[in-house]
């Protein structure tokens, strides 16, 4: 495994990474790792995660961490995504949470069906969002076991 540590959050709307950002820095999640990178369409995250485009002279598929996801994305849903994640070897076990607005109870079972790791629906209140994203960081980074 790589010695960097990466968060890659996945995400087209720009307030919401400011504040997912905001929230990891503002609990410290964000010293715990080498780099919170930000995807902000599914194709951008696929070509950092399989080390494509601009990204194609690191090893950022071992680094990362975990991704948080975002369900609902422009021309590639984050569905689409975790299911191209899970089709390939590199990334099958990488811990995905989907992170969504939607609570649509369809939208959870094809995650979990497609492989997520977790199923989270933002906060519409950023305290509560804040805290969603600081549980998450900690829970991912100090006490799941990866593979």
């Not at 709307?13 to 964000?30: K, M, N, P, S």
Request: net charge negative.
């Amino acid at each position: 495994m790589s010695e960097q540590r990466i968060i890659l959050l996945v995400e087209d709307d720009e307030d919401q990474v400011l504040l997912a950002v905001r929230a990891l820095r503002t609990h410290g999640i964000a010293d715990e790792v080498d780099e919170v990178a930000v995807a902000r369409s599914g194709q951008e995250a696929l070509d950092f995660l399989f080390g494509e485009g601009a990204h194609a002279n690191r090893d950022t598929t071992s680094a990362t961490e975990f991704v948080l996801l975002d369900v609902n994305l422009g021309s590639m849903s984050g569905l689409q995504v975790l299911e191209r994640l899970r089709e390939d070897e590199r990334t099958q076990l990488l811990p995905v949470i989907l992170f969504s607005s939607s609570k649509e109870h369809e939208d959870v079972v094809a995650g979990y069906k497609l492989g997520a790791n977790s199923y989270v629906a933002k906060p519409a209140n950023f305290e509560r969002f804040s805290e969603a994203m600081r549980y998450l960081g900690w829970y991912w980074l100090n006490f799941n076991e990866s593979p």
